[in-house]
């Protein structure tokens, strides 16, 4: 009597359960991944008991009062492969952050050295594709302010035209991204250079010309007087000429009140990328946002003792070109940075 012939299913999982394994292997031997090792050893020994102990299937069936086998299977596999597709999408965020990391450090380590000091106010200024405004909005800041020196620092965030040339012509320091960080991203990396310059004060202001120079004075005199240690602008409490639709108003009125019960605070306009932060004051703030900065930055500033104080300012419509803000992810990024900065 001849052998049964073996089951083509039976086959064709063994020999997933080997390629799994291998694969695992395969990652360790030359990568050291301990944990795709893991992950194979769990998955192929998965895929294998549907070979010889088909029954434990059953028994999770009976647990979950599914009575059909394969349907048992189709579940343990669409979570299995959702844990897969998580992990994946984990490493990929790993990746991200990784390359954000080196090349900020990398924008870092190359920018001038210049003397700093505790006389100086730094402000940084993100740009990406900027040329059209980035030299005016560089060339209107004063020399000095309330005895400070004002040294202008423009972020290339990655810019294709000539906005890191336009603004060195126009005085400033300028420091450029191989790769598009966002604006939280460009901020880290200005924040960082300030910090080594020993900056006694650091402003935010963007590159497009919506934050009037002439209203910096305004905006350090508090953080001058000992009187707060993060300072923050606000279009509906002063002049807002942004040009902002209803919806992009409701939003922001919302989640500045979503922040208030949180962080119990009193402000009104969370978005506002005007600001100043007493320098050395910089360095207890936990950022890692790359785009939705300006909650993350109030959030931390208040868990950490910072002072807040908010004035009204002037904010001017873009001089040139189209926002960079993304519409459809507007909301979605504010809730997300807002949960995430309060919990973490």
């Known amino acids: 009597m001849s052998p049964p012939s073996p089951d083509p299913l039976d086959v064709a999982l063994l020999a997933l359960t080997v390629a799994i394994l291998y694969w695992g292997f395969d990652r360790y031997r030359r990568r050291f991944e301990r944990r795709d090792l893991a992950i194979a050893i769990a998955l192929a020994s998965g895929v294998a008991s549907l070979v010889f102990v088909p029954e434990a299937f059953d028994l999770v069936g009976t647990a979950l009062e599914i009575e059909r086998r394969y349907v048992v299977v189709s579940l343990l596999a669409t979570l299995v492969l959702l844990g897969v597709v998580l992990y994946a999408l984990s490493i990929a965020r790993a990746a991200r952050d990784e390359v954000a990391a080196l090349t900020r450090s990398l924008s870092v380590d190359r920018a001038p050295r210049m003397d700093g000091g505790a006389e100086t106010v730094f402000v940084v200024i993100p740009a990406y594709n900027e040329s059209d405004t980035i030299g005016t909005v560089v060339s209107s800041l004063p020399e ?38 966002g604006q939280g991203g460009a901020l880290k990396t200005g924040f960082e250079i300030a910090l080594e310059h020993e900056a006694a004060i650091v402003v935010t202001a963007d590159g497009d010309g919506q ?134």
Request: overall charge negative; hydrophobic content about 40%.
């Open 211 to 344: 934050h009037p120079s002439s209203e910096l004075d305004r905006l350090v005199e508090p953080i001058v007087e000992d009187e707060a240690d993060y300072v923050m602008g606000s279009r509906y409490l002063g002049v807002d000429r942004s040009g902002n639709g209803v919806v992009r108003r409701t939003g922001i009125r919302f989640f500045t009140g979503l922040i208030n019960v949180l962080m119990v605070t009193d402000i009104t306009d969370c978005t506002n990328g005007y600001r100043a932060i007493r320098g050395p004051m910089l360095e207890e703030l936990t950022l890692t946002e790359e785009r939705f900065n300006a909650p993350e930055l109030i959030i931390e500033a208040r868990k950490n003792g910072l002072r807040l104080e908010e004035i009204p300012v002037e904010i001017e419509d873009r001089k040139d070109g189209d926002s960079k803000k993304p519409k459809l992810g507007f909301a979605i990024g504010l809730t997300r940075i807002i949960v995430v900065a309060w919990l973490r």
């Open 144 to 181: 000095s302010v309330r005895g400070y020196d004002v040294q202008p620092l423009v972020v290339s965030d990655g810019s294709t035209d000539g906005t890191a040339a336009r603004a060195a012509s126009s005085g400033a320091m300028v420091v450029e991204h191989p790769i598009n960080q």
